[in-house]
Every structure is written in C-alpha cells, then in structure tokens.
C-alpha cells in the first residue's frame, strides 16, 4: 500500500484541499486491487492500474463539465454502464472507455489491444442492445497516438483540415486486421465484433469516435482548470479546481463502493461551482503593498495633496505625517492594483468606502459637539488630533477579510483628500479652495 500511494503522488501529487479525498480514492483502489506488490515491474503494473482508475475519475469531471449550465438533466458515472457514461433520462447518450498509460504509448494500430478490447465491449452492449448505436456516442479517450491510414485515425472526429470520416474504409481494415490476428489477447473482442451482422458492425464505426493524444492525468489538472477558469479571480484557477476536486473524489468513491451503481447529477456539479464561485468572491484578495516600503520620493510628492494639507491643518507632527503619506500611498497603489487586475467587483470599493464614511460621520459629529461656540484654533486642533488618533489606532474595517492597517487608515486618506471626510470641525471651509485649485 505504501509503494502504491508513493508512486500515484509521484506521477501526480494532489495537494490542497483535496488530498484526504485523494487518500480516499488511493485505499479505495488499493482494496479494488488487493494483495500486496513484490517487484519492480509489480509496482509499475499496480501503478498502472491505479493511475487508471484516478484518470476515469478526474477525465469523468472534466467532461460533466461541458455538460455543466447546458444540460442539467444529464448524470455521470464511472463503471456502471462504461469506464465513464453519461445519462439523460435514463439512457445512456455518451459512452467512453479510457486507455491511460504512465507515459504515453506508441501508435493506436489495427491491430492494437487497446482497441479490440474497446471494440469488443461495445460490441456486446449493442448485440444486447442493437439500438444503441443509433442514439449513443462511443468514445475511446486514450493518451496514445494514431498515425494516418489507420482505422482510428479514420474513426477520429471529421477536423477541417483532416478530411471526412471513412467509416468504410475503417471496417475494411478492422476486418482484415481481424482476419489476420493470431493475438489471444484479442480473440474474444473479435469474435464479439464479427459476430454482429456487417450491417450493425458500421452502424456501430459511425458511433464511434476516437479521441488520441488525451492529456495524461497529471495533465487534466489544467485542462479542468481552463474550463472553471471564469470562476474565479486571476491567479487562482488551482484553487478553485481543488475545492471543485475536494468535492467530487468522495463522491466517486461513493460511486465505486456503492453494491449498486449510483450516478452524480450535473445539478449538483452547478450547485458546486456556484458555491465556489461565491467563496471566490468573498475570499482574500492578494496583497502586493502589505510590507512595501516606499521611498522618501515619492512621498515627496504627495506634499500638496488636500490631506496632507488637512493633516497639517490639525498640527500633525512631521513622523506622524510621513507614516500617513505612506499609508495613503500603499492603500492607493493596493486598490488600484486590485481594480486593474479586475480582482474585485464593479461595487466593492465604494461600498468600503461608504463603510468608512458611516463609520467616521457620528465620531465627527459627536467631535463638534464637545466643542464651545467660541473656542479657538488650539481648541479646533487638539478636537481633531483626537478624532484622527481613532482612524490611526482604532479604525480597522474588513475589505472582504481584509483587516490589514494601512488599507483602512491609508483609505480614510483617500477620502480625505477628495474633502469626503475630513479632522477639522471646520475642514471644508478650510480646504475645499486649495482642492478646487488642485
């Protein structure tokens, strides 16, 4: 069990929040396979065998998901009716059998195991059900390759460029390759497969679609993460696969233990990625300016800036005014990052800022009440020095589940500087010329 696990996170680690899921699907197979392994070339076989069963699981999601916001009716299952079938209804509208390999294989020939096998299953399915073909897609997803003037070059899907499909000509070649073939391996699916009437063998060959060169398991990670990749902020496609991921192994273990064949509902794939969408939307933004130290020159040159200007005018003292300067800018530069990356929401800085705004109106209010009718500017000054200690050492407002110091006090700045708010009892009359001049 050990070498197993070892070498599934070799070829492909699963991390975040998904990896007790994945330890979960590891002990399931384990048991599928039973015994215990004793060689080097034991190793790779289970090895082999496993990365099976994981590839039938993550390629089962990453196909539910074209399904996903187009066709709620539709289920997914993984070895009910195929390696990974799709339902509508009750019947099945997409049958797929996966050929994975550790590395990718040689070329997909007449001849080639992987095929007849495939063919052979899906000839049983439709000598039982001989309408199948008729209503059903039969794809083989396989990470090996096909060379031209093969049958399965021929039954890929027509691509401009490749020409049509030759569905004739492709049973001419199985049929020979049948004829020809001294393989044991394969005689079985042979027979499964000429023993349909010649008829009903075609019918099956315009079906079937095969699909070469598919990712390798470790692969598909970014393929599923390309496919959610709108549900999430820039940068974090991973994360939002492994939650999605995190989600569907337990359920595909479900699925594979169950004594009888269960199916997982494209609705409850929707409801998931909505989930996630949400939790994106609520989840911390990426911080740049955190620990950013910036330049005296810089701040140089927000000297003239209307809060600079309503700082001074409370008698700030000059360090005091230089960790402003700095909190303005780092909470500048922060936001606009954020707004040109489009990592937040059309709303989401102004409602932060109406926060801020609320949050201060009743402190300001309740500073120009404790003042006298006819006190004087020392009394003015030392009113507003106390109302801004509470925006230095107390006001901490989340930006999402952002509480981070300079992002709050540097916002009060901002707003300070377009004259929203102000320190002063009497900051407008004061400085709305300089920032009309400005």
Known sequence: MIALTQTIHTQNPFNGHFLVANVRAVIFISQVLGGGVSSSSDKHSVAQVAAGY???ARLALSEALKYANVDSSVEVSIEKLDDVSFEKDGAAIDLLQTKHHLHQAANLTDGSVDLWKTLGIWAEKTKDDPSLPGRTRFALVTTSAVSEGTAAHLLRPATIGEGPRDIDKAHELLSAAAAASKNAAIAKSIVS???????????????????????????LEAVIESQIALLAPRG??????????????????ALLQSTSPGTIAVTSLEQKLDEIRESMKRDALPLIM?????????????????????????????????????????????????????????????????????????????????????????????????????????????????????????????????????????????????????
């Open 54 to 56: 994981l590839y039938q």
């Open 193 to 219: 497969f000429t023993a349909l009437p010649t008829a009903l063998q075609k019918e099956l060959l315009s079906a079937v679609q095969i699909l070469d060169g598919a990712p390798l398991i470790a692969d």
């Open 290 to 438: 955190d620990d950013a130290e910036v330049n005296d020159a810089e701040l140089s040159k927000l000297d003239d800036f209307c809060f600079v200007r309503q700082l001074r005018g409370i008698g700030l003292g000059q360090r005091r005014l230089e960790l402003a300067k700095q909190d303005y800018y780092r909470a500048f530069a922060q936001r606009s990052h954020w707004v040109r990356e489009s990592l937040v929401l059309d709303d989401e800085v102004s409602h932060f800022e109406r926060n801020l705004i609320e949050e201060w109106q009743p402190r300001f209010e309740q500073m120009r009440d404790g003042l006298t009718a006819g006190c004087g500017e020392p009394e003015l000054k030392q009113a507003g020095l106390g109302l801004y200690s509470w925006v230095e050492n107390e006001a901490r407002f989340p930006f999402r589940t952002l509480t981070n110091r300079f992002l709050s006090v540097g916002s009060y700045h901002i707003l300070a500087d377009r004259l929203r708010v102000g320190w002063h009892r009497d900051y407008v009359t004061l400085f709305a010329k300089q920032l009309e001049d400005a």
């Open 236 to 253: 974090k496609a991973a994360l939002a696969r492994e939650q999605l991921e995190g989600w569907w192994w337990p359920r595909v273990c």
